[in-house]
């Protein structure tokens, strides 16, 4: 950004050095934002994923336009490391939710919490390569999240039909359990 800032005050009328300054001053609020967020150990994983989404777009853009950047080369960098850790936290969390899901006997609870792993998930799969084991996870996920859509939509069937009080209606609320 330096060498931009001086050429702008030995030659004020150049655009090109103003819109790279411009770019470089946007993608490093961005990069301040998504710094912050990655070292928030707390923070929503989710939001957090979202803008290194974000700032990693922006780095990729800029690039095109500022490829000899070594400002740039460093922020990419910084952000390829914390990019790793946020997916191993993203991974981690969502390893963990889908670990309690499975002992919970509470339907609703292990539906919450596996459509949570699910956007974790999603969110992590953002922030890698195709093909990572990040996608077959997530796969999985998704199945056993529609798994469960389905047995919800089983038991209120079933609700249903033993309200009827009818012997077929009970009998078919048995076939469908």
């Known amino acids: ?91 981690e969390r969502s390893q963990h939710l889908l670990s309690q899901a499975r002992y919970l006997s509470n339907l609703p609870e292990c539906h919450r919490l596996t459509r949570e792993a699910v956007s974790l998930l999603a969110q992590a799969q953002a922030l890698t390569s195709p093909g990572s084991e990040i996608t077959d996870l997530a796969r999985g996920a998704q199945i056993e999240l529609s798994r469960l859509e389905q047995v919800e939509l089983n038991l209120a069937e079933a609700r249903r039909l033993m309200s009827l009080q009818t012997a077929s209606s009970v009998q078919q609320a048995r076939d469908i359990l």
Do not use: W
Request: charged share 25%.
């Open 1 to 91: 950004m330096n060498s931009y800032e001086v050429v702008l005050k030995l030659l004020p009328d150049d655009s090109h050095a103003g819109e790279r300054l411009r770019l470089l001053q946007q993608v490093q609020e961005q990069a301040d934002i998504a710094r912050t967020q990655l070292k928030a150990v707390s923070g929503n994983l989710a939001e957090t994923c979202q803008a290194v989404v974000a700032v990693t777009k922006s780095i990729r853009d800029l690039r095109l336009k500022v490829p000899e950047s070594p400002q740039l080369m460093q922020m990419e960098d910084e952000f390829r490391a914390g990019t790793q850790q946020l997916i191993g936290r993203a991974l």
